[in-house]
């Protein structure tokens, strides 16, 4: 079962260690795993695993002060990314796959052109099931954004046998989207802000 951790940093804290700070603690706390125990390494394609636990499989992510990890027993990628102006946005839409493309501009009352304001929040909801699933799949940026589906629940693709689903996640008053995308189909309906 996919478990997921949600945390903002501290004052001058840096986001990437308190990432894999956030993961130690939730490792120990879920699997009794001691945290001097706990050896992240990445793989050839820069995807994070545990060496020695070869059944668990992990994804950190930051973005601004917001940090988050995500683990379980299948593959599994976590992407969060604080709310803020991406000046490339509309290029990277045009990118993407034609649903997702259909589905934002819908979202945004219409054909979203380069000219109107950026929809922050629908652009990042979009951008981190992108990412979340390039991440669960271990291929990050190398993959065509056309090339797989993020509209629905179950990701469209045929990358990988496996099928993958995903979701996205809010935290009431945070300026942040998060999405989590695994090789399994019951993903956490809910998620709540850890203090980190």
Known sequence: ????????TGEGQD???AARELLVSALENEYGIPAAEVRIEKDEKGKPYLEGYSDLYISISHSGPYIACAFGDKPVGVDTEMWKAHPKWR??????HLREREAFDRACG???SEEAEEPVEAFCDLWVRKESFLKAIGEGLRIPLYAFDTTEERVRQELRKEPYFIRNYRVEKEPVSIAVCAGEEKLPLDLSMWFW
């Open 1 to 8: 079962m996919v478990k997921i951790r949600l945390a903002r």
């Open 15 to 17: 986001p990437s260690e």
């Open 91 to 96: 290029r990277i839409v045009d990118k993407m």
């Open 110 to 112: 219409g054909a979203a």
